[in-house]
């Protein structure tokens, strides 16, 4: 069905004014009649255009990354004889900010044009286009035409790596990793070992090798390598806490982003990377191992994994973790220390896990609350804002001592330097035999 646009609203004004000059010189209702079959002759021709054949298609969606622009691409055909102007816009769509702006393109007779629409992604997690729709005008302009174009398709929003591409920290953090655990040698226990040496002057006492020595005649100290092939496990704190937004995105996809770098990095290291995700109850479990089908089990699952609006059970969790993981490993648990039933609760856990496992908890500096202490108070509510602000800081503060009185390292950085924090905590722990 055809609708009357902006200029066909102009070229009706001008045939009331062209009747009412004719009626000066001939009847009225001959000057409307004249007038009126003017407009019906143009919009009619009009009409015959717009019907030409014509076709929209999306191209294939791009990969899409959370917070990362992108652009849906549309091909246009016009098979008819005529030139037609084609604006494009596309529906809305969960989990997508999509430009609500037309992409309008001139179409020439018998030719193809192309558009793109702005797209940028909100939410992780996979979600689906419906459909597009055209609106086609002539360079007559009288009449347009609306069509809606059917085109479902699935999309997937994938976890924003964008901090590993910026100057290739990713690489760079894997090259010194490697030449550490190359050579590196630990004195003491544990590790693979590599040689005995003469005891030296700037070694430990606790480190020599009383068995070797007695052999020998003299102290000996033995040398160990740096085992690569160690466990990881990436736990997901999944709860109501991690649902909150710093910015543009919630605690957890920043999370998921960190959790998947330090994936990738424990899998060029020849380490074994496993993950668990929680909140009241276990929401996904990927046991430690390698291989590239491993690394994109790993990715679908942490892609998909969603916040859900309840308390974390970390007894429940830390109990489980202790059951499957049956030999040393480092967990690395991602949550937050909001509150002080929170921060308890994740100090238990901590402690549960410690003594057969190395933990490492990462937090998020929340950008509000820092912004609230440097900021002068002007009014009584600035004064309030700044108190609350201080006060979850000091409680903040009380539970990461806590947390490393207990042998638990902590990264507590910003959610924006979370990534690249996160991986050079990894190469401290690995070059330093931590694990």
């Known amino acids: 069905m055809p609708w009357i646009a902006p200029r066909g609203v102009a070229a009706l004004v001008v045939a009331a004014v062209l ?20 407009f019906a002759v143009l919009a009619a021709a009009d009409y015959a255009a717009l019907r030409g054949p014509l076709e929209a ?22 098979r008819g004889a005529v030139a037609r102007r084609v604006a494009v816009v596309e529906a809305p769509v969960d989990r997508l900010a999509i430009d609500v702006r037309e992409a309008v393109a001139v179409v020439p007779a018998r030719g ?55 100057g290739g920290d990713l690489v760079a953090r894997t ?36 068995k070797a020595s007695a052999r020998r005649g003299k ?45 990738a990095m424990g899998r060029l290291a020849a380490d074994r990377v496993g993950v668990y995700a929680f909140a009241a109850a276990p929401l996904a479990r990927v046991l430690p191992s390698t291989g590239i089908p491993h690394a994109a089990r790993l990715t679908d699952v942490l892609s998909d994994i969603e916040p859900r609006y309840e308390e974390s059970d970390y007894e ?22 909001f509150d002080p039933v929170a921060s308890s609760a994740v100090l238990g856990a901590a402690q549960l896990l410690a003594p057969r496992h190395l933990v490492l908890v990462v937090l998020m500096n929340d950008a509000a609350i820092s912004e609230a202490l440097r900021r002068i108070p002007k009014r009584a509510r600035d004064a ?23 042998g638990v390292l902590v990264v507590d950085v910003p959610a924006a330097e979370l990534t690249l924090a996160l991986l050079d905590a990894y190469v401290d722990i690995k070059t330093r035999g931590l694990l």
């Open 112 to 166: 193809r044009a192309k558009v793109h629409i702005g797209v940028v992604p909100r939410e992780r997690g996979r979600t689906a286009l419906r459909s597009f729709h055209l609106r086609l005008r002539t360079r007559l302009g009288i009449l347009e035409l609306r069509r809606a174009v059917r085109a479902p398709v699935a999309v997937r929003v994938m976890p924003d790596l964008s901090a590993l591409d910026r």
């Open 384 to 406: 309030y804002r700044g108190a609350v602000a201080a006060t979850l800081a000091d409680e903040r503060a009380h539970a990461v001592a806590g947390l490393r009185e207990r």
């Open 219 to 263: 102290a000996m100290v033995a040398t160990y390598e740096v085992e690569r092939a160690q466990q990881i496990v990436v736990a997901l704190d999944c709860g109501r806490l991690m649902a909150a937004r710093l910015g543009d995105r919630r605690k957890l996809d920043y999370a998921v982003a960190a959790g998947l770098a330090i994936a």
């Open 57 to 78: 298609v999306r191209a294939e969606p791009p990969r899409l990354a959370l917070a990362r622009p992108a652009a849906f691409e549309y091909e246009i055909t016009n």
């Open 19 to 38: 009747a009412y000059l004719l009626a000066h010189v001939e009847p009225w209702p001959l000057a409307g009649a004249i007038a009126l079959l003017v």
């Open 175 to 210: 090259k010194l990793l490697d030449a550490g655990l190359r050579r590196l040698r630990r004195r003491g226990t544990g590790g693979e070992f590599a040689s005995l040496r003469e005891y030296g002057r700037d070694d430990s006492f606790r480190a020599i090798d009383w």
């Open 316 to 337: 429940r969790a830390v109990l489980d973790l202790r059951q499957t993981l049956r030999r040393r490993s480092l967990v690395v648990l991602f949550t937050d220390l």
